[in-house]
């Protein structure tokens, strides 16, 4: 759908949502996760630390910051979702993730 006068070279409506600070593909997936998900992380060079999980909470469109509980303290650990490099899906709401 486009409307016309809202959007510079012919951008359609869907094109220009999409558009925001939060450009990397993780970002996006983020965006999209079930709130109680465990997941991994991994930043710039590091690898995935098998004993360190996340449970994801929330997801913050404007700012692109990434709410985390630490499940072993549940301290709270927020980061701007353009700092990843992966993140590993752990379990979907507490069910461990298929091997599909």
Known sequence: ???KGLFDK??????AKKESKC??????LLRDLEKGTLIRLAFL???F????EYRFVCFDEK???VTLIDPTDNNAFVLDCNELVAFEIVNVNG??????
């Open 23 to 28: 450009k990397s593909c993780l970002c996006d």
């Open 95 to 100: 069910l461990p993730a298929s091997a599909e």
């Open 10 to 15: 012919g951008e359609t409506v869907r094109h």
């Open 45 to 47: 060079e590091d690898f």
């Open 1 to 3: 759908m486009r409307k």
């Open 63 to 65: 700012t692109c910051c």
């Open 49 to 52: 630390e098998a004993d360190q």
